[in-house]
């Protein structure tokens, strides 16, 4: 099991940089993919990006591609989402998910955190 917790969401306006983290507890880390989704509201939750457990392969939803990165640091429990260029449309609750993947982005995440607020202002 893992255990995981967002922060770094707040209020920033169209162009801006945000960097969100998602803190994992609990052992083998490394043997969990880690996904970012996104919901709005009135929306369905979205896919924004994966990382498998090693850092070997990352996945991004084309809306989000060359703006966002996904990446991690096993040693600390971490997954970042480094988010630039950040428009409107991005303004969602942000999610991290895991589940088993260590060289594989799984088809669905079992394990989810409570998500953190992101606001893009015009």
């Known amino acids: 099991q893992v255990q995981l917790v967002e922060s770094g969401g707040g209020l920033v306006q169209t162009g801006d940089s945000l960097r969100l983290s998602c803190a994992a507890s609990?052992?083998?880390?490394?043997?969990?993919?880690v996904g970012w989704f996104r919901q709005a509201p009135g929306k369905e939750r979205e896919f924004v990006a994966a990382i498998t457990g090693t850092g070997g392969r990352t996945s991004y939803a084309e809306s989000v591609k060359g703006r966002f990165t996904i990446s991690r640091d096993n040693a600390k429990k971490t997954v970042s989402l480094q988010m630039n260029s950040l428009k409107p449309e991005d303004t969602a609750v942000y999610y991290c998910?895991?589940?088993?993947?260590?060289?594989?982005?799984?088809?669905?995440?079992?394990?989810w955190g409570q998500g953190t607020q992101v606001t893009v202002s015009s």
């Open positions: 609990g052992r083998t880390f490394i043997t969990y993919a």
């Open positions: 998910a895991a589940d088993v993947g260590v060289d594989r982005i799984p088809p669905g995440m079992r394990y």
